[in-house]
């Protein structure tokens, strides 16, 4: 039987399907392939705070990760540290958002922004806790809550333009590894 060009790609999206359904991170960032231009760093001093906070990335024998590090201060209405990095493409077919990380006993947000929103403070969030070992959270796109009015109830993966891994809301010092953080 003559393998066709079009036998090929059915067979390629039928896997494609069948992977993303089964649950497979998409776009996974493992932070080893120059993880500096994709990530920023950036604190409420954008606003007026006075929190700080550093982005570096780091090496473990085989395991590449980004570290959060900082103080956080709701000082001058502020109170957040955040990595961030744009997204090239919108990730079709996601339901949420995979993160395998450490910290130290806090609670961390993910934040997405999407193409529809026009505001700088507008933004979904999601929260989970840091503990000292290396962790895997899945956040479904349900769990997500926007910042405000006029924004959809739900993030809708075919809009955003950019995730965020935040330490925001009180005062305390941010330390947080990430090892991982894509879509599934």
Known sequence: MPVTLKSLLTIAMLLSATLSARGEPMLPETFSNHPETRWRVFTDTVMGGVSTGQLSFEREGATHFARLRGKVSTKNRGGFIQMQMKLDAPPEGARGVRIVMRGNDE????????????????????????????????????????????????PRAKDLKSIGVVAYGKEYDALIDVKEIGFY
């Open 107 to 154: 609670d961390y947000f993910v934040h997405l922004r999407s193409r529809t929103m026009l505001l700088p403070w507008q933004y979904y969030q999601a929260r989970f806790h840091a503990t000292a070992g290396w962790t895997e959270v899945k956040l479904p796109f349900a769990a997500f809550t926007p910042s405000g009015g006029m924004l959809r109830a739900e």
